[in-house]
């Protein structure tokens, strides 16, 4: 299948900074691709969908200025979480479609904490 | 709205059979996915289904009925291995084909 790198795996960060986390698909085109957020034991929370060349679409709830997308190219979709604090701290996971109507591939994660 | 309920825990034994159930109410359907998750990693895609009926592959089976919005994972000849959270996903008919999730079931394997 289908690949996608996602980087840092994990990172630590103070509070008040800011983090960016960046996905990548390696061996296909991904005009979509997808940000997760994951706090422990439960499920994918669905943070917004970046498309390529155009604004990020925020799901209901999601701070469009304080969680920055930007996907700038074909292969790579970036997360910026700024001004981070405690409560940020939680398991993103992203995914990219190759194709419409396909599995998602996920990347492996990145796992945030903010101190 | 979207509403997607799965049972949140279930253990079972080795060797044994467990039928994971889901059902969804979902604004559009274009699909219906199940993925296993390790604790700590993202998760990994285990079957599809946009049609009614079963799939089959391995000792993983993945079964969908569009009418009563349910769908079932079933997994044969369980191994300690499958100990792991199953996330069931639906893709609605809204733009950008985006995946909601399920909050998952925890399976516990037990010798």
């Known amino acids: 299948g289908a690949v996608v790198s996602q980087h840092p795996s994990w990172v630590i960060c103070k509070s008040g900074t800011s983090v960016k986390i960046e996905c990548r698909s390696l061996d296909f085109q991904a005009t979509t691709m997808f940000w997760y957020r994951q706090f422990p034991k439960q499920s994918l929370m669905l943070m917004a969908t970046?498309?390529?060349?155009?604004?990020?679409?925020?799901e209901q709830g999601v701070e469009k200025d304080k969680f920055l997308i930007n996907h700038a190219s074909l292969t790579l979709s970036t997360l910026t979480v700024t001004s981070a604090h405690p409560e940020d701290s939680s398991f993103y996971i992203c995914?990219?479609?190759?194709?419409?109507?396909?599995?998602?591939?996920f990347g492996q994660g990145t796992r945030l904490t903010v101190v | 709205g979207q509403n997607i309920d799965q049972p949140t825990e279930m253990t079972a034994t080795e060797g044994a059979i467990v039928q994971i159930n889901c059902t969804y109410q979902?604004?559009?359907?274009?699909?219906l996915f199940w993925y296993q998750q390790h604790a700590g990693e993202a998760p990994t895609f285990l079957s599809y289904n946009v049609l009614d009926g079963l799939e089959e592959k391995g000792r993983f089976s993945s079964f969908l009925s569009r009418s009563k919005g349910y769908s079932y994972l079933l997994l044969k000849e369980l191994q300690m291995k499958d100990s792991a959270s199953y996330l069931c996903a639906v893709r609605g008919t809204g733009g950008y084909n985006k995946l909601i999730f399920g909050a998952g079931t925890r399976l516990a394997v037990h010798p």
């Open positions: 995914s990219a479609l190759d194709r419409p109507n396909t599995e998602a591939f």
């Open positions: 970046s498309n390529e060349g155009s604004k990020a679409t925020y």
């Open positions: 979902t604004s559009g359907f274009n699909g």
